[in-house]
């Protein structure tokens, strides 16, 4: 679950996305036709209600380029004009100045990133290709020019620095830390062949991201008898049967090489030799040799990223990356992964123990493997808890969830929802409402929804910000998304979700309402553009909210009776939340971990196979489980810089999670007002004006302790 943050500070890196196969038409334009905004309407300012809305309804294709590189073009003459300014450097000239340039590659990158994440087609990857390396060397050319550098530099320097508001400050040294971080103080040879470098990293992460798609898409398991489909509940083989249709295999059903198709199949198929065909197939998505395999992409990739921290002047490229995050250094993240590492292991034999106890009993004489992990897994959970996931689902469904978050917002954070018709989608399926303050009616953004899967809409669920929240020149509200990929319900019958996805709803629900909630001057330090070691902290600590009786009583209601969910059910939920800890935390610890130490291990010609291999059976890696995403494949690190030596993140985001809803719990419960107030001031509100650090010792009066996250994933010693 990844927030796409469409403006990060100074672009700082294109990121690479991951696209799939859509026809649409294909209209030829030149570029002198395009590159205005009276011709090419993604260069206009956004119109309509709201202070203007994305013009979703007049994207084409062909006009994504021109409208690049005339925004682009705009942009460095804005940054030049700030470089060459006679006038001494103040942070009205230079800072805030910088705030206000790049408004129009702004919004062409927001409607540029929507396509590329749920509207591509060979004809836009096409353009990803060809502008990935365009935009990193784009990138490049502002941090590393001089003039501008100095400006920044005598600023950042100055002792006028400090009558400044503290916004400003903050804002001043990220400038200065992200310019210096980027190279800005090398001399002209290196800066050069940093630039070469940041170009070549873009090509290939946009390349190893087509390869994992295309394995996604050419990849899938046909399915043609009754005793292939044995153990399938009826909405995996609706599922399938409706993938059957869209790989034109008709009377068949299709098992999708993606986890959304696989990790049912997993779970519920009696057929064993089908089970470890199917993970197979998926755990080697990019490892197959031929033309989509990523290995030698990897060594490359690590190559790069090794020279360019040195170019820099850190160890690694961990160093280098983990500097300006919650964890400072690599050591710290390591140290935390370690002191969770072992615990969760031991579960995980713990657990094994318990499904091989059951296999024997069903008297197969087998052994557990990882392809057996998530079927007995189910098997065991009915048997312990007496809990059926199919029994959940009914419960659950999308549209009265989707009430249930609103609802919840209302609670914490008094806001209203109200849905809105005139303004353009990029597809139909798309809903929006508009978010206001309950008791001042004050407008506060917009809420895009885009609920289904559809050709052309990579995988899995996220956030992504069309516009955050600024006043530099008046009151900018947000405009934010919550992207997932449910299966459309025939018309007039509701959409039936599981446990785990309604609690990614949450998730991805509290990443809008980190974006939404935003109070701040400057654009750069808005909603969601905090360290990414903390912005998985707000969406995870949402989580907590599904699981109330408030919610559950009012919005998890029977699809056919209406009636509430029962007591009992719930119990039973609640008693097994800790069940299945040990394989969820080392299936995700060891993919952490690989990452970061792919990262630290320097200039180092790695082979990822033999790295893989050889660290996990280093850290003892149960052979029952394989990593959450295999190197090959392990798109959040390797389809762009963005959780490079990154993915410990989640871990040491849901430390502070565990501890946050402690005060909570310690209050008047998960509905304190009080509580939520100062986590709206502290939390919610402040973007990155503050060290993270900093904001959560005024929310909680301390630094956040493990105790609770060991806690909540049961691994606190047992009294
Ligand atoms: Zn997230």
């Known amino acids: 679950m990844r927030v796409l943050i469409t403006r ?26 395009t590159n205005n905004p009276a011709e090419n309407p993604l260069l206009a300012r956004w119109e309509g209600p709201f202070g203007g809305v994305p013009p979703f309804d007049r994207v084409q294709v062909p006009l994504f380029k021109p409208a690049l590189e005339a925004a682009m073009a705009e942009q460095l003459a804005e940054i030049d004009r700030i470089a060459k300014n006679p006038a001494a450097p103040d942070f009205e000239n230079t800072i805030a100045a910088l ?68 916004e400003q400050q903050r804002v001043t040294w990220l400038y200065y830390t992200n310019f210096v971080r980027a190279g800005a103080r090398l001399k002209p040879e290196a800066k050069a062949r940093l630039s070469q470098i940041n170009q070549q990293l873009a090509g290939l992460f946009t390349k190893f991201s087509q390869n994992v798609l295309a394995e996604e898409t050419d990849q899938f398991i046909v399915l043609k008898s009754e005793d292939e489909l044995a153990g399938l509940p009826q909405s995996v083989r609706d599922a399938a049967a409706a993938a059957a249709e869209t790989k034109k295999q008709p009377g068949t059903w299709v098992i999708m090489n993606t986890r959304s198709s696989i ?147 209302g609670e914490l954070f008094n806001f209203n929802f109200t849905p809105v018709t005139n303004v353009p989608v990029a597809h139909t399926d798309i809903r929006v409402w508009e978010v206001t303050d309950k008791t001042t009616k004050r407008h506060i953004g917009l809420w895009y929804f885009d609920p289904y899967a559809r050709a052309g809409k990579r995988s899995g669920a996220w956030m992504n910000a069309y516009r955050a929240q600024e006043r530099i020149n008046g009151e900018i509200t947000t405009i934010v998304s919550n992207n997932s990929n449910f299966v459309k319900g025939k018309p007039g019958e509701p959409v039936l979700i599981s446990w785990d996805d309604a609690t990614t709803m949450f998730h991805e629900f509290g990443h809008a309402l980190h974006g939404l909630n935003s109070n701040v001057t400057y654009p750069s330090v808005s909603g969601t553009s905090v360290p990414r070691d903390y912005v998985e902290f707000p969406s ?42 040990g394989f969820a935390t080392v299936e995700y610890l060891s993919a952490a971990l690989v990452d970061m130490k792919l990262h630290l291990a ?25 990593m959450r995403h295999r190197t090959p494949q392990f798109l959040h690190v390797f389809g762009s810089d963005g959780y490079s030596a990154g993915y410990y993140s989640y871990l040491w985001s849901d430390v502070i999670t565990a501890d946050a809803f402690g005060a909570f719990t310690e209050g008047k419960g998960p509905y304190d007002r009080a509580v939520a107030e100062r986590l709206r001031k502290f939390v919610f509100s402040v973007g990155n004006t503050v060290d993270p650090a900093d904001a959560y010792r005024s929310f909680r009066g301390r630094d956040p302790k493990i105790d609770a996250l060991m806690k909540k994933r049961g691994f606190a010693a047992k009294s």
């Open 8 to 33: 990060s500070l100074m672009l700082l890196v294109a990121t690479a996305m991951i696209a799939s196969n859509l026809s649409v038409n294909n209209s030829a334009m030149s570029n002198e036709t």
């Open 99 to 166: 705030e206000r340039a790049g408004s129009t590659l702004d919004r062409v990158r927001t409607l540029y990133g929507v396509w590329a994440a749920t509207m591509a087609n060979p004809e836009f990857q096409a353009v990803q290709r060809e502008m990935a390396p365009r935009l990193a060397a784009f990138s490049d050319q502002i941090t590393q020019n001089e003039a501008l550098f100095k400006r920044i530099d005598t600023i950042y320097n100055s002792p006028a620095k400090s009558q400044l508001k503290p």
């Open 263 to 409: 990790d049912p199949f997993l779970t519920y198929s009696d057929r064993r030799d089908l089970r470890e065909k199917a993970w197979r197939m998926f755990v080697n998505r990019g490892d197959n040799g031929g033309e989509h395999d990523n290995n030698a992409i990897i060594t490359e990739i690590l190559q790069l990223r090794a020279e360019r921290a040195k170019l820099l002047g850190y160890q690694t490229h961990a160093h280098w990356r983990l500097e300006n995050s919650m964890a400072q250094t690599p050591e710290r993240a390591m140290e935390l992964m370690e002191a969770v590492w072992k615990p969760a292991v031991a579960r995980v034999h713990e657990e094994v123990a318990d499904m091989q106890a059951l296999a024997d009993k069903e008297g197969g004489r087998i052994k557990i493997e990882p392809w057996d992990y998530r079927y007995y897994m189910e098997k065991v959970r009915k048997a312990k808890y007496d809990l059926d996931q199919n029994e959940i689902k009914p419960y659950l469904q999308l549209e009265k969830l989707r009430e249930g978050i609103f609802w919840v917002a």
């Open 540 to 581: 995870q600590l949402l989580e907590h909210w599904l699981s109330t009786p408030q919610v559950l009583q009012r919005f998890a209601l029977h699809y056919q009776t209406g009636k509430p969910i029962p007591q009992e059910l719930v119990d039973k939920i609640m008693r097994s939340a800790t069940f299945n800890q």
């Open 602 to 626: 320097g200039d180092k010609k790695i082979d990822p196979d033999a790295f893989e291999r050889e660290t996990l059976a280093e850290l003892g890696m149960p052979k029952e489980i394989v």
